[in-house]
T-cell receptor, first 114, second 111 residues
Framework: DGGITQSPKYLFRKEGQNVTLSCEQN?????MYWYRQDPGQGLRLIYY???????QKGDIAEGYSVSREKKESFPLTVTSAQKNPTAFYLC?????????????FGEGSRLTVL | KQEVTQIPAALSVPEGENLVLNCSFT??????LQWFRQDPGKGLTSLLL?????REQTSGRLNASLDKSSGRSTLYIAASQPGDSATYLC??????????FGAGTRLTVKP
């Protein structure tokens, strides 16, 4: 089945540790995104990538890093510099070009800092 | 600043009722608007995508309308069912893959 796979679903981290969230898609989409969701707020964009080996910061990129070495993969690293990392993280990819595409989401990864 | 607002934040209706969810956006220079459904602890599922040149889209019991000039979209759900209970989010896409999300409306349909 085509889709977006995020792992792990749940992750616990001690303060000061870096963690990496995986996002893989087999939809052949060029654009991929990472969002953060907090209770009572809309999704906020962390990073996005429109093509392999290129990515752009979103609204809340501080304390996060990404890579896009393959079209299918867009991992997100939450670094120790992120002051409030406990959140639900969603990865998405987009069909089409020129902002005409439909956004598809993974099932999310919930990160909790102990 | 491009903002997306959804009112109400929560809505509870009896089964069988028709209902309307609202989404408003401050900048009308949009590329498209998308409605999503989110179940607790899950990712978002796309329901309807309306391109900026379109006025509405329909899928089954769902109908979404778009009025760019007034900065509004509505999601109409006909004959609501308990299985429709979820959070519904709207998202507006602007230039350069900039997509802005509302905080969502949490819908409860009571049997």
């Amino acid at each position: 089945d085509g889709g977006i796979t995020q792992s792990p679903k749940y992750l616990f981290r001690k303060e000061g540790q870096n963690v990496t969230l995986s996002c893989e898609q087999n939809l052949n989409h060029d654009a991929m995104y990472w969002y953060r969701q907090d209770p009572g707020q809309g999704l906020r964009l962390i990073y996005y990538s429109q093509i392999v080996n290129d990515f752009q910061k979103g609204d809340i990129a501080e304390g996060y890093s990404v890579s896009r070495e393959k079209k299918e993969s867009f991992p997100l690293t939450v670094t120790s510099a992120q002051k409030n990392p406990t959140a639900f993280y969603l990865c998405a990819s987009e069909t089409g070009t020129m902002n005409t595409g439909e956004l598809f989401f993974g099932e999310g990864s919930r990160l909790t800092v102990l | 600043k491009q903002e997306v607002t959804q009112i109400p934040a929560a809505l509870s209706v009896p089964e069988g009722e028709n209902l309307v969810l609202n989404c408003s956006f401050t900048d009308s220079a949009i590329y498209n608007l998308q409605w999503f459904r989110q179940d607790p602890g899950k990712g978002l599922t796309s329901l309807l995508l309306i391109q900026s040149s379109q006025r509405e889209q329909t899928s089954g019991r769902l109908n979404a309308s778009l009025d760019k000039s007034s900065g509004r979209s509505t999601l109409y759900i006909a004959a609501s069912q308990p299985g429709d209970s979820a959070t519904y989010l709207c998202a507006v896409e602007y230039n350069n893959n900039d997509m802005r999300f509302g905080a969502g409306t949490r819908l409860t349909v009571k049997p």
